[in-house]
């Protein structure tokens, strides 16, 4: 668990959590590591709320229910997300944007998450799993592979889109652009040979460095990596009419760019969260269309050094953590 923003995770006993009457107390089987647990960790994120234990894409069995919960059944897979719950009545919540809703409670962030052995989590926003995929392989599709989805969805219907940074979230959302008849132009640091082999492995026609030039012009790039210097690299790749994503919850600062990378009606926009429907959106098109999830497991104890591994961007796909 973390005991305050900027100090490493910590083993610790706690008592049992208990279901309240529309929870359920799920047994965790594996827990995908994201960069927000990152950002989280260090005290980038300021409505996290410390102590806390991380971890936002669990999966899961049923082992106890609260006295309403009667969604899942006592021994159900479940997986659970970042969305923890909403208020279900605001502006945002009504519109089908509960994603905004001021409300919304996130895993892993200000409640408990799933780098423990036991979790409780609202049933309402629980999600029953593909069969197709194991625990460690289902895990990064609830965060990663959601949050790609909704990026994707927010790309609109362009035929080329590039993907800036080739990491947990990318190597899913490439297979899905590809799946949707979409040719994928990955950008990774440069020289990273690996993580453009894996691009092309995984349904990207071009693979190359963020910094050069896409070899055809884009409808939509989105940006995985936290760093705000790809923002102005990225407009310089897009069309006119085209739009930049943004699918991180944190970045660092944008440097100033001239007027002329905007003109033309190009658009950037960030990606806040993921709504339910996004991930059962998500898990439909992975029970539909198989994804290659490439997932690396770690034992719990060793979440530190994955939070680490992330840091340092040389990750292959997702890692996932096992009690
Ligand atoms: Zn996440
Ligand atoms: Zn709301």
Redesign the pocket.
Known sequence: MLDRAGAPLVTRTLTDPRPAADELLIRVRACGVCRTDLHIRDGELPRASTPVVPGHQIAGEVVARGAGATRFDLGARVGVTWLAS?????A??LSGR?NL?P?ARFTGCDRDGGFAELTVAREAFCHALPDAYDDVRVAPLLCAGAIGYRALRLAGDAANVGLYGFGSSAHLVAQVAAARGQRVFAFTRAGDESAQRAARDLGAEWAGASTDGAPRPLEAAIIFAPVGELVPLALRAVAPGGVVVCAGIHMSDIPSFPYALLWEERQVRSVANVTRADVTALLRHAGEHPLRVLAEAMPLDRAEEALERIRSGRVAGSLVLVP
């Open positions: 909403t208020c279900g009545r605001c945002w919540c509960e809703c409300d």
